[in-house]
């Protein structure tokens, strides 16, 4: 390994430890800022449900820890990891991620400030990590009860929403197109809450109270169904992985799952990415069927 890449581990564990004595459990990251052990289940069928019950790593965000002998112990198994991921919707600030996106061509501040407007809120002073595209992280927190998906331009075009199951870049990370840093004056504060109105936006829509349907034939499965099915470019994943966790929560997922996947491909998505996320939303769910 490169002297540059040995200090830029070095470097990273550092920040990950510090990260930890705030409360925020981290995961060492590669250069691609992916977690930067390899799954022990990758040869594994899909879907794999595993949240490292097997006793190994390798489980993403699952991995993540404020233990420092545990952080040592994930890096030394990782020792080309450049940067480390928070893990997001954990105790005890269950943060919430406002990522504003720079490489879509819009202007996802201004989306943001016209969102804050219409719906009335403000974003409180907060953490606010830079990245090396020009983007903003805006840290967050949440109410424990709360549980925030994550999300790509749903809330508006280049803002995506990283939540529980999802994990920001560190600052300090270094990645192959550069180093996340806070913004001058945001690194002694601590995440802020959310502003309600904004929480109510992240959440999912409140589902009413229904007897589970019997098949995937009846309206609710198929109303999941056509809502993968309407999906348009930038929104595929994200309706694909409500849609799934909808299933899952009312006990449709097993039924449902051949035909979510299919709507999916048939919206631009390959069937590895359609099962990739559908598994994504059974362990968000918690499903052990």
Not at 243 to 251: I, L, P, Q
């Amino acid at each position: 390994m490169a002297t540059t890449d040995r200090q830029a581990t070095t470097l990273a564990l550092a920040h990950a430890l510090s990260a930890a004595e705030r409360g925020l459990a981290v995961i060492p990251l590669s250069r691609t800022k992916l977690p930067a052990l390899r799954s022990p289940h990758r040869a594994d069928p899909p879907p794999v449900l595993c949240r490292g019950e097997c006793g190994g790593t390798g489980h993403g965000v699952y991995d993540a820890s404020t233990d420092p002998s545990r952080i040592r112990e994930l890096f030394a198994a990782a020792p080309w990891a450049t940067g480390y991921g928070i893990a997001c919707g954990l105790p005890p600030h269950h943060l919430i991620g406002i990522d504003l996106d720079t490489k879509s061509g819009t202007d996802s501040s201004a989306a943001l400030r016209e969102l804050a407007l219409r719906h009335l809120f403000t974003i409180p002073e907060t953490v606010v990590v830079l990245t090396p595209s020009g983007g903003r992280h805006l840290w967050l927190t949440g109410p424990p009860d709360a549980v925030v998906p994550n999300s790509a331009s749903r809330l508006a075009p280049g803002i995506d929403i990283r939540g529980a199951g999802g994990y920001l870049v560190g600052p300090g990370s270094r990645t192959e197109h550069g180093v996340y840093g806070t913004a001058p004056g945001t690194a002694h504060l601590t995440p802020a809450p959310c502003p309600p109105s904004l929480l109510r936006l992240l959440l999912p829509p409140p589902r009413t109270h229904r007897s589970a349907p019997s098949s995937p034939d009846e309206h609710h499965g198929q109303g999941l169904v056509h809502f993968v099915l309407a999906a348009h470019e930038g929104q595929r994943n994200t309706r694909l992985f409500w849609a799934a966790c909808r299933a899952y929560e009312n006990g449709l997922g097993p039924a449902l799952l051949a035909s979510l996947i299919e709507a999916a491909v048939q919206t631009g998505l390959t069937e590895r990415e359609a099962r990739a996320t559908v598994a994504s939303a059974a362990r968000m769910t918690g499903w052990r069927g």
